[in-house]
């Protein structure tokens, strides 16, 4: 004689013709969670999946890779070119984490910089999101700073700049950009 | 499209700065330092064994009390006064990528003070004993430390006959984009490696000093100016007898 083997609740219950209603009642529910589910995917896009990023659309509307590819392997990018410049010094600016929050770091109302990891912030409130611890900056920095030179060095720079006529801060730089865009 | 024109207006403006640079004399007392020597590498080649970078120091020159060439590099670099951070750490913690030196000769009492730094050599021993290739030298001749994989042992630390190297001990926020460094990890003088990388062809000690005492160049390039000096004139390798071939050579020791 054989026992028959339980193997789910499922043959448990086609067993025991008393459950019967209960398979009925656990097949229409289902039923009606495909059925919404199918109704709401038409209206679910990717973009509304996720906390709502706060993104500069100032220093550009183009990431150097589409969203969704960006979203899924901007980590693979960055690891790859973090080899490629600390070991061969190759400092190119499509995956260098630079450049990320050189875009990606925003400004408050007193104009200055947000840290890209503060909460809400571009790279924090997705990792938030997905609670991924986030490593980068507890070594890089965590938004953009002007090159510094020394003063000695700023010095002499300023000196030259005097003598060709060159502008001499970042402001004057986007003056003459902002002219030229308006041309 | 405005951040194009920006960049377009900054390259013209270098391209113009090192034309004029070649010249020497840019207004009436106003020098130039020597920009350009070294040939802007490619963003996307790999730094390659034919140069190799380093430092001649004149300690001759190198003035008394003038410790100009330590504050550039904390503020190009981003350690000590040039960052908010460390401040919880105590003199023997804190960063310390270059730092001057004083020596007395007992016969004479003459004293005279050198800066002292990463040696960038070329049998390195803080790359013989790191246990995870953190600590590492590049094709060019820089020693360089993988924050990446350092897991903040410090053996190299104890290994290098030059004391070159700090390790952080705590948070910190204020780096530079260029210079990345954090808590629990080894850190040195990276010949700054990323001004090199940019090709500005100097370092920003050299380009600080007042007294031209620190002179940057390719040891391998027979016509570049650190060259022709060390073939005009006595240079000294501190700690010489451990064969290390240092990158840093010194005059007037």
Redesign the interface.
């Known amino acids: 004689m054989f026992a028959q083997p339980v193997t789910s609740k499922w043959v448990l219950a086609t067993t025991n013709p008393a459950n019967l209603g209960v398979i009925v009642k656990q097949i229409r529910n289902l039923f009606i969670f495909l059925t919404l589910s199918l109704v709401m995917s038409g209206s679910v896009m990717a973009d509304s999946v996720g906390p709502e990023l706060k993104i500069n659309r100032a220093n550009g509307d183009k990431c150097v890779l589409p969203a969704d590819e960006m979203r899924k392997d901007h980590m693979k990018h960055l690891q790859h070119q973090r080899d490629d410049t600390m070991r061969d010094g190759i400092r190119t600016e499509k995956f260098s984490l630079k450049e990320c929050i050189n875009c990606h770091a925003n400004k408050d109302e007193a104009d200055k910089y947000i840290p890209v990891n503060a909460p809400g912030e571009f790279c924090q409130s997705c990792h938030a999101y997905t609670s991924v611890k986030l490593d980068c900056f507890e070594c890089h920095a965590t938004k953009p700073r002007d090159t510094a030179f020394h003063p000695i060095v700023s010095d002499k720079m300023k000196a030259f700049a005097d003598v060709h006529d060159a502008p001499k801060t970042k402001s004057m730089l986007d003056t003459i950009a902002a002219k030229a865009g308006a041309k | 499209?405005?951040?194009q024109?920006?960049d377009q207006?900054?390259r013209d403006?270098f391209t113009?700065?090192t034309a004029?640079a070649a010249t020497g004399v840019?207004?009436p007392g106003?020098m130039?330092?020597q920009v350009g020597q070294a040939q802007a590498?490619p963003?996307?080649?790999?730094?390659s064994n034919k140069n190799r970078w380093g430092l001649l120091i004149d300690s001759n020159k190198c003035a008394d009390g003038c410790s100009?060439c330590v504050?550039?590099c904390e503020?190009?670099n981003?350690w000590g006064s040039?960052s908010t951070d460390e401040q919880k750490s105590d003199a023997g913690q804190k960063a310390q990528w270059i730092r001057t030196v004083t020596l007395k000769n007992k016969l004479t009492s003459k004293e005279h003070q050198l800066p002292m730094m990463c040696q960038h050599c070329e049998q390195p021993p803080c790359v013989d004993v790191c246990p995870t290739g953190a600590s590492?030298k590049?094709?060019?001749g820089i020693v360089?430390v993988?924050?990446?994989i350092c897991i903040g042992c410090r053996y190299c630390m104890m290994a290098c006959p030059y004391k070159a190297r700090s390790f952080i001990h705590e948070?910190?926020?204020d780096?530079?984009?260029?210079v990345?460094?954090?808590?629990g990890?080894v850190e040195s003088c990276t010949l700054c490696?990323?001004k090199?990388?940019?090709g500005d062809g100097t370092t920003?000690c050299a380009?600080?000093c007042?007294h031209q005492a620190i002179l940057f160049g390719d040891l391998n390039d027979p016509n570049s100016t650190i060259s022709i000096e060390m073939k005009k004139h006595a240079t000294t390798q501190i700690r010489a007898d451990l064969n290390l071939n240092t990158g840093v050579r010194y005059r007037g020791i």
């Open positions: 499209m405005n951040e024109k920006i207006y900054r403006f113009k700065a004029t840019i207004a106003v130039l330092m590498r963003l996307d080649q790999a730094a100009d504050k550039a503020s190009e981003a040039g590492f590049r094709a060019d360089l993988d924050k990446h948070d910190l926020h780096q530079s984009p260029d990345p460094r954090g808590k990890t490696v990323h090199i990388d940019r920003a380009e600080a007042t």
